[in-house]
């Protein structure tokens, strides 16, 4: 169920127990069924388990949607060096707020899939990284933990089966870019949260210079549930490339804002008009950004015409990331948005990668020069072209994710870039 | 695999057209290198790990998604690469307007002006205009402490200088502090640079100028200097360096690459020890003490009646040389003694309490022995007198009824009327020195840095050096002028080249054995041992 407002096209699996602080305690997650997959798991070999995950189609949640299975057969086999499982919990991506719930409302949930999918990749140590914000959830991942090891799930013979299964629960600072997986590991590892230059790739060298794998809360936590009900039941929902639910995280102009767990392939204009209750006000659609403020914004035209899967969104001609939509409706400056957002992005650039560090603070003073009616129409060529220079050039996509809103506004939106350069017009000012 | 454990996989690709072979586990940056093509970086240095986060050396590689990184992307058989197509010269292009967003272009007023990577490269493929107009970011200058000035603006962010610190001197002294558009190279709080003893590097090898030298400050121009190739006096490691010179000054001294020696390095002790290679009291014209009085003369004259008395001499020849001479003059005081029927040399020289090894490379240091050639000395008879502070161990000397030969040592404790018992005491040296009230003889000699020749360093390795400055007035390279003497007396043919006066040399140590002048090259070589060809 949706928290905090739920609808009937929901298909509660992830979030069945949102607002239930009962689930939240072992006893009661385990009356919810809690700990029978890792249990089944760990009579399975581990194989057979990244085999089930491989066979879901399970995608990963962080924003990439890189199959799940797949990146957990990667990791060496007999490396004779010790395996890191890393859940990446520093969900930091403007928009996003479904990782904080799944921690503080199913905590076991997660601990669970860390657990399976520490099993599957043979490793005995998992670090969740959680985001430095997130005082509520952490203390509540961190006494289910506790709990977990009371009763002998977690430890040197997690659930009597001999293996051990270790959760460290570490606590970021707060940098957005500690949410890129080789970011988190140096951050992890005490180091500064640069991203590491691939490859080599994590299952590689990741963690401590060892075979690791990362993954998002939310994808481990459907993987209890996969493991559980089999491959085939997962695949019941979505498409054949984008299986499953999906927790999509509706922020902006829409009267009933909040967490939605939908089947993949979900219209986006039934997600605003009907399972969010509609605009705000009854306004007009503006424009939506399906997928975390780093993805292109959808104009209102295409919204209406999306389906929220991973290539349904790359059809409409965005990126559906981590779903997280936000809705804007007629009323929204989008220059000043586009600012705002770019800002963001300038202010979390760790500064390794020239393109971004020098890029992303250009691009925001053309931006605010603009929004303080000092820009001109060359501005916006220079606009696409030095954001052209961002992309594909550097270490992480973080300097991917200033262009996109950047671009995709100048193109969908150029209008209102032009009212604000010739005419001084603000939308949304008088 | 070789019978030395180093994996001799080669690999062979294509850049620009052009078809190398490389070994395996080489970078693309590296193998371009290979066939004299530079890809323009920032962040990679050949002596530091490569973070490959300045964006500058992305090249096309046909098959993959994105350009390149060639600083840390290891070359594959039938790789096929692309330094100059016009995606890899857009994205350069793209990345140097970037650095110039808030780089100040005070190229005017900078010391790096001339030899800057920036100016270089900008001027080489990047957009004729900038197309920011807007307000720059601005630092301001730090002091960093020791040697080194920090201006912060003309910062492209390349971590090397703290690489440096962190990977080679390992005293993480200097960090990148704050992030994104904001980061800023920093000291740690109040603690700075001065208990470095390496940190002279990081001016060295930033590409532009935001690390500068705090005693080169202003003081040149790079395209007015000269560079002399040569290898620096201030200890027995034998760094190879440059000499830096305008206005026949030293105005730097910078280290000259020699993987074997230095790698890339010098300490920041060598550094600042050439302002004696500048010293104006010199020594310009031979001068004979005639009776009561002292006369100058010319070079013929002076020698005439030097062999003269020589050949009246009786009483034996000891001789006090300094470490700072090169093997051809002291070769030649030896050849002297030789010509006279023998003789015996000391010499004496500073020593340090302790070593400075330089953690990243251990066989760097600034070692004890605080004088470049005594190893060489050694080898050709000299032995070690005196204390630490290179005085005194002369009481022998003093006493000497027979001919005295002083080269290069000024005697700086000697109290006047020294020596007095000698019959005859010549005086070779380059400076002024209360000892010359006592010669009968004082010739003037060039200095190191004013002629060429070689020192021997701490391994037995022996290396060249070159002229970096014109020798004062009638001043001439001691092997010359001893080398003439003994010829004349010993009636053979004396050296008039700085090889010729090497060659005499094999024969008096095995140090010397099987090595010729021409084969030692820029970097030295050590009997016994193949010439190697490292460095650059």
Redesign the interface.
Same mark, same amino acid.
């Given at each position: 169920m949706g928290y905090p407002y739920s609808h009937e096209k929901e298909v509660p699996i992830l979030s069945e127990h949102f607002g239930d602080p009962e689930a939240r305690t072992l006893e009661g997650w385990q009356k919810r069924g809690g700990y029978e997959a890792l249990k089944k798991a760990l009579g399975m070999s581990p194989d057979a388990v990244t085999e089930e995950v491989k066979a879901s189609g399970l995608r990963g949640r962080g924003g990439a949607g890189f199959p799940c299975g797949l990146k957990w057969s990667f990791m060496p086999k007999d490396s004779g060096k010790p395996h890191y499982l890393l859940c990446n919990a520093d969900e930091s991506e403007p928009g996003t707020f479904k990782d904080r719930e799944l921690l503080r409302w199913t905590p076991h949930q997660v601990i669970e899939g860390c657990a399976i999918a520490a099993y599957a990749i043979g490793a005995e140590q998992i670090y969740i990284y959680c985001r430095g914000e997130f005082f509520e959830a952490t203390q509540v991942l961190a006494t289910a933990v506790e709990e977990a090891y009371e009763a002998g799930i977690l430890g040197e013979d997690a659930m009597g089966s001999g293996t051990r299964i270790d959760v460290t629960v570490h606590v970021g600072a707060g940098a957005y870019i500690c949410g890129e997986e080789t970011g988190l590991m140096n951050s992890l590892e005490g180091r500064r949260g640069l991203p590491r230059v691939k490859p080599p790739f994590p299952a590689a060298v990741g963690a401590f210079g060892m075979p690791t794998t990362i993954n998002n809360v939310e994808t481990l936590a459907a993987v209890g549930h996969i493991l559980k009900n089999g491959a085939e039941w997962y695949r019941q929902w979505g498409t054949e490339k984008s299986p499953g639910t999906k927790l999509f995280c509706v922020s902006g102009h829409v009267k009933k804002p909040g967490n939605y767990e939908l089947p993949l392939h979900f219209p986006l204009s039934e997600l605003i008009y009907d399972v969010c209750g509609g605009i705000r006000d009854d306004n007009e659609l503006k424009a939506v950004i399906p997928g975390g403020s780093s993805v292109p914004l959808l104009s209102a035209e295409e919204a209406m015409s999306c389906h929220l899967c991973y290539e349904g969104v790359v059809e409409a001609g965005s990126m559906l990331g981590c779903a997280s939509v936000i809705v804007m409706d007629h009323t929204t400056d989008i220059v000043r948005q586009v600012r705002r957002m770019a800002y963001f992005y300038m202010h979390e650039s760790c500064g390794q990668c020239t393109p971004c560090r020098e890029g992303s603070a250009w691009v925001v003073k053309i931006l605010k020069r603009i929004e303080e009616g000092r820009g001109t129409e060359e501005d916006l060529d220079t606009l696409m072209e030095v954001t052209d220079q961002m992309v594909g050039t550097t270490i992480c996509v973080l300097s991917d994710s200033v262009a996109a809103p950047v671009q995709s506004s100048i193109q969908k939106f150029r209008n209102e870039y032009l009212a604000l350069i010739r005419r001084g017009e603000r939308v949304g000012v008088a | 695999m070789a019978e030395n454990g180093q994996n001799t996989e080669t690999v062979t690709l294509t850049i620009d057209g052009r078809t190398v072979t490389v070994p395996k586990g080489t970078t693309i940056l590296q193998a371009a290198e290979e066939l004299g093509t530079t890809v323009p970086h920032y962040c990679y240095h050949a002596g530091l790990s490569s973070?490959? $986060?300045?964006?500058?050396c992305?090249v096309e590689v046909e098959g993959a998604p994105?350009?390149m990184?060639s600083c840390?992307t290891q070359v594959m058989d039938g790789q096929v690469v692309h330094t100059e197509s016009e995606s890899a010269e857009r $994205?350069r292009r793209?990345?140097l307007?970037?650095?110039l967003?808030?780089h100040p272009l005070d190229c005017p007023i900078c010391d790096q002006s001339g030899e800057c990577k920036l100016q270089d490269y900008v001027h080489q493929e990047g957009r004729e205009h900038g197309?920011?107009r807007?307000?720059k970011?601005i630092f301001g200058r730090d002091d960093f402490g020791g040697d080194v000035l920090f201006y912060g603006d003309r910062c492209?962010?390349c971590t090397r200088c703290v690489r440096f610190m962190t990977e080679v001197e390992q005293k993480p002294l200097l960090t990148?502090v704050?992030?994104?558009?904001?980061?800023v190279i920093d000291t740690f709080f109040e603690q700075g640079l001065e208990e470095a003893e390496w940190a002279g590097n990081v001016v060295d090898i930033c590409p532009v100028g935001a690390l500068v030298s705090k005693d080169f400050l202003h003081k040149a121009r790079a395209w007015d200097l000269d560079h002399a190739p040569s290898v620096c006096p201030s200890c027995s490691q034998g760094c190879n360096i440059d000499l830096h010179t305008r206005d026949n000054l030293v105005q730097r001294l910078k280290p000259r690459a020699n993987l074997e020696v230095n790698q890339y390095w010098m300490c920041d002790y060598g550094r600042g020890h050439y302002e004696w290679m500048n010293r104006g009291d010199r020594l310009e014209a031979p001068v004979v003490r005639e009776s009561d009085r002292s006369v100058a003369m010319g070079w013929s004259e002076a020698l005439e009646a030097l062999k003269t008395r020589l050949q009246a001499a009786s009483g034996g020849v000891k001789a006090v040389v300094s470490p700072y001479w090169s093997n051809e003059d002291i070769g030649a005081v030896v050849d002297l003694m030789d010509a006279l029927g023998g003789g015996e040399m000391v010499f004496r020289s500073p020593r340090a309490e302790d070593e400075s090894v330089l953690p990243g490379f251990p066989n760097l240091a600034r070692r004890r022995d605080l004088a470049p050639n005594t190893t060489g000395l050694a080898a050709l008879g000299a032995s070690r007198v005196g204390d630490d502070g290179a005085r005194g161990g002369l009481e022998d000397i003093d006493a000497h009824s027979g001919v005295l030969i002083v080269l290069g040592d000024a005697l700086v404790d000697v109290t006047e009327g020294f020596a007095e018992s000698a019959e005859l005491t010549v005086y070779l040296g380059a400076f002024e020195s209360a000892a010359l009230a006592d010669a009968d003889f004082a010739l003037p000699i060039t200095t190191f840095a004013e002629q060429e020749g070689t020192f021997t360093n701490h391994e037995g390795r022996v290396q060249r050096f070159w002229p970096g400055l014109q020798a004062p007035g009638a001043a001439r390279p001691a092997w010359l002028v001893l080398g003439a003497l003994a010829g004349a007396i010993s009636d053979h043919e004396a050296p008039i080249r700085a090889d010729e006066a090497f060659q005499t040399l094999r024969g008096r140590s095995s140090l010397f054995e099987g090595l010729s002048y021409e084969s030692l090259g820029t970097r030295g070589a050590r009997a016994g041992e193949p010439a190697t060809v490292s460095g650059d």
């Open positions: - | 973070p490959a $986060m300045c964006r500058l992305l994105k350009l990184p840390v $994205m793209g990345v307007e970037f650095y967003v808030n197309r920011s807007e307000p970011r492209v962010m990148v704050e992030r994104g558009n904001r980061s």
